[in-house]
Nanobody, 123 residues
Framework: QVQLVESGGGVVQAGGSLRLSCAAS????????MAWFRQAPGKERESVAT????????YYADSVKGRFTISRDNAKNTVYLQMNNLKPEDTAVYYC????????????????WGQGTQVTVSS
């Protein structure tokens, strides 16, 4: 089971960009489906994006399609989330997660979670 550490969060103005990284250790990264989730204050955690083991398949929440891009580098054991044209409603704690099923990673089937990184978008 992999251990996950996120980085790259911060404060950005609306319309700006950030790239989140999630470094994995302690397991076989290339065997894991990887995903990003987020939780805004007072709201439930929601799925943002998922990427398959090889990176050939990706899934996105409707709210981020066309603005966010998930990618992975299996040689570096790292998954990324490039976030462009950020909006105040993107403000949340972003979590990286790993699972071993197929298709889009669900919260209920994720096996490992990172500690989260805060993203704050000011208007």
């Amino acid at each position: 089971q992999v251990q996950l550490v996120e980085s790259g969060g911060g404060v950005v103005q609306a319309g700006g960009s950030l790239r989140l990284s999630c470094a994995a250790s302690g397991g076989t990264f290339s065997n894991a489906v990887m995903a990003w989730f987020r939780q805004a204050p007072g709201k439930e955690r929601e799925s943002v994006a998922t990427i398959s083991r090889t990176g050939g398949l990706t899934y996105y929440a409707d709210s981020v399609k066309g603005r966010f891009t998930i990618s992975r580098d299996n040689a570096k054991n790292t998954v990324y989330l490039q976030m462009n044209n950020l909006k105040p409603e993107d403000t949340a704690v972003y979590y990286c997660a790993a699972g071993y099923g197929f298709g889009e990673l669900r919260q209920t089937t994720a096996r490992s979670w990172g500690q989260g990184t805060q993203v704050t978008v000011s208007s």
